[in-house]
């Protein structure tokens, strides 16, 4: 019977040292929600794109011209085997495009619409905290107001907040053809 009591005290002995030994939990931190999107240069201001408004981020295709199309429409191109109408933003807006190094487009598919959109710049994902959202659009973007959605102010920088999908249905994004 003494055979029996020695591994169990052996068993004992070593649950009471990892016990005592081991590290506390880690203190628990209050988690902040965030909001996702996709920040990019536009006229020189910073925007940031909902995440669920961008399909993908592409490095600008080669296109072909398409005639009797307004000035601000690139042309098209073949990404994957679907033909990607692709618009220089800057552009429909009255700016001009930043160094091409740094050009991106930002594919967006909504329902049968699938366009590119030229920016000068692409910063990848932006997680900004929910509660740095406010309602006022900066008087830097007012030529933008009928295409934003707020902005961000996070980490000394403010992110307005670009809806492509407020483009799509602008009638002069969606007539394309020169008059």
Not at 100 to 112: F, H, P, S, T
Not at 124 to 135: A, E, K, L, R, Y
Request: hydrophobic content about 45%; glycine content about 10%.
């Amino acid at each position: 019977m003494s055979e029996q009591v020695e591994p169990f005290a052996a068993l004992l002995d070593i649950a009471q040292r990892s016990v005592a030994n081991a590290a506390g939990l880690p203190a628990q931190v209050d988690i902040k929600p965030h909001w996702s999107g996709i920040g990019f240069m536009l006229g020189g201001q910073r925007f940031v794109a909902p995440m669920g408004e961008i399909a993908e981020i592409l490095v600008q295709p080669p296109a072909t011209r398409l005639p009797g199309v307004q000035a601000w429409v690139r042309g098209v191109s073949n990404v994957r085997g679907r033909l990607l109408p692709l618009i220089d933003l800057e552009r429909f807006f009255g700016g001009t495009l930043g160094n091409r190094k740094n050009r991106r487009v930002l594919a967006m598919e909504l329902g049968d619409l699938y366009s590119g959109l030229i920016v000068s710049e692409v910063y990848g994902m932006q997680h900004i905290p929910v509660d740095c959202f406010s309602d006022q659009v900066p008087s830097e973007v007012e030529g933008f107001k009928a295409f934003l959605a707020g902005s961000y102010q996070h980490n000394n920088m403010t992110w307005s907040v670009f809806s492509p999908f407020k483009l799509a249905q602008n009638s002069e994004f969606y007539n394309a053809a020169a008059n």
